[in-house]
């Protein structure tokens, strides 16, 4: 779980370097919908969406592990036993 978080803090540093100059837009969004079906488009999403917000870090943190959820859980179907088992194994990301 540890390397799990590690991946994510670094995704999200690399990626808010990359998208903080257009991350201002989203202040001007009335509404929308994201779709999403992987990790690396979770935390892209997270990152995006954090520069939005007053403290981006802990933001991008918390947005990222929601949505990181939302792919286990809801587009695999992995639950937190098979999470565990995969996450031992190392194998978890593929």
Same mark, same amino acid.
């Given at each position: 779980?540890? !390397? /799990? @978080?590690?991946?994510?803090?670094? $995704?999200?540093?690399?990626?808010? *370097? !990359? ?10 969004? *009335?509404? =929308?919908?994201? #779709? ?5 488009? &979770? #935390? $892209?999403?997270? @990152?995006?969406? @954090? =520069? &939005?917000?007053?403290?981006?870090? /802990?933001?991008?943190?918390?947005? $990222?592990?929601?949505?990181?959820? $939302? ?18 194994? =190392?194998?978890?990301?593929?």
């Amino acid at each position: 779980m540890v !390397r /799990s @978080a590690l991946g994510t803090v670094r $995704a999200l540093g690399n990626l808010r *370097q !990359r998208i903080g100059e257009y991350a201002g837009m989203l202040t001007l969004l *009335q509404g =929308g919908k994201f #779709r999403l079906r992987t990790l690396t488009e &979770a #935390r $892209a999403l997270a @990152a995006a969406l @954090a =520069g &939005a917000c007053k403290d981006p870090p /802990s933001a991008g943190m918390g947005l $990222a592990e929601l949505l990181v959820n $939302a792919v286990e859980h809801g587009n695999l179907g992995i639950d937190f036993a098979e999470k565990s088992e995969l996450l031992e194994k =190392g194998s978890w990301e593929n």
